[in-house]
């Protein structure tokens, strides 16, 4: 893996190898709280709650006054669905993406490929090109678009980011459904980015994590355990009982976002670089060396052993 060494207590790294340089999140306005929404529904049909406290939700008041045909069950809205998302992706996107380009504290002509992962819009031309434009990316920007990876598709896009740089909902809720409330109950709306580089500028640049080996595996003979069709009233989602749902040592990003899909992977390293922060105040040695790992349908997992230079 080559050498390493140590300067004023911070780890260099390998010339070639991949770091993530910089990271950053964004949310819609509307933040949804479970305990009236959800969890209340729950109770009243003596079901086990969740876990999660708040999430975010593109879905709002106003939405809803616009498009009342939403709130109507087993009414054709895919038009309207995809409308409200591929808007609010864009803004999302954008804005996730300007706060991680100003951590990174270099110009934004300097980047050269963008990984775009999402499981929410369905358009031509993609929402890479959009978010690229929204940035003012050079046009010769190279794109790559991850389509319908679900939570697996945040690591699977830092897997091709690190390849590259080292070698170049809502609906009504029906009691005859209940598979509606996976999505109502679990999946939060939000937006993620992080830049990706190898051989990073000293004087500039600050890597938080060196990204080892990268893999990916899936499970044989158990594709519907997740099971995700487009319908003519939107995205439906089915998990079996015997899919594992282990949040350990991320049980608050759980409690504030819910299920982000491909995004939680950002905000799950963001909370380290926190924690890291919070440890070296208090003169507490963090852990070193980490797997990033998500699972999504296949079932698929991803996964990419790293090093954190922050500890």
């Given at each position: 893996m080559g050498s390493e060494?140590?300067?004023?207590g911070l780890k260099t790294v390998t010339q070639g190898k991949a770091t993530i340089l910089a990271l950053g999140k964004a949310f819609p306005h509307q933040l949804v709280m479970q305990e009236f929404l959800v969890d209340g529904y729950f109770r009243r049909t003596q079901c086990k709650t969740t876990t999660v406290k708040?999430?975010?939700a593109v879905v709002s008041?106003?939405?809803?006054?616009k498009y009342p045909e939403l709130a109507v069950e087993s009414h054709p809205t895919v038009k309207q669905r995809l409308d409200i998302c591929n808007f609010a992706v864009t803004q999302m996107a954008i804005e996730a993406a300007q706060s991680c380009i100003k951590k990174w504290e270099r110009p934004i002509s300097d980047i050269t490929h963008l990984v775009y992962v999402s499981s929410c819009e369905v358009?031509?031309?993609g929402g890479d090109l959009y978010l690229a434009k929204g940035l003012g990316l050079r046009p010769e920007t190279r794109r790559v678009m991850l389509n319908f990876s679900g939570c697996s598709g945040g690591v699977a896009g830092i897997r091709v980011a690190k390849d590259i740089a080292e070698n170049n909902?809502?609906?009504p809720l029906s009691p005859e459904?209940?598979?509606?409330?996976?999505g109502v109950a679990l999946f939060g709306d939000g937006a993620g980015a992080m830049i990706v580089g190898s051989s990073p500028v000293p004087s500039i640049e600050s890597p938080h994590f060196k990204?080892?080996?990268a893999m990916q595996h899936f499970l044989p003979d158990i594709e519907k355990i997740i099971d995700g069709r487009l319908t003519?009233?939107?995205m439906s989602f089915m998990l079996d009982r015997e899919l594992p749902h282990n949040q350990d040592g991320v049980e608050e990003l759980w409690q504030i976002y819910g299920n982000a899909s491909s995004n939680t992977i950002v905000y799950v390293l963001k909370y380290m670089l926190e924690e890291n922060k919070k440890s070296r105040d208090q003169n507490q040695q963090g852990n070193e060396f980490g797997v990033v790992l998500a699972f999504g349908p296949g079932i698929t997992f991803e996964g990419i052993l790293a090093r954190n230079l922050d500890v």
């Open positions: 060494d140590s300067i004023h708040t999430r975010y008041e106003e939405i809803l006054n358009r031509l031309p909902g809502f609906r459904r209940p598979y509606d409330l996976v990204l080892h080996t003519e009233e939107g």
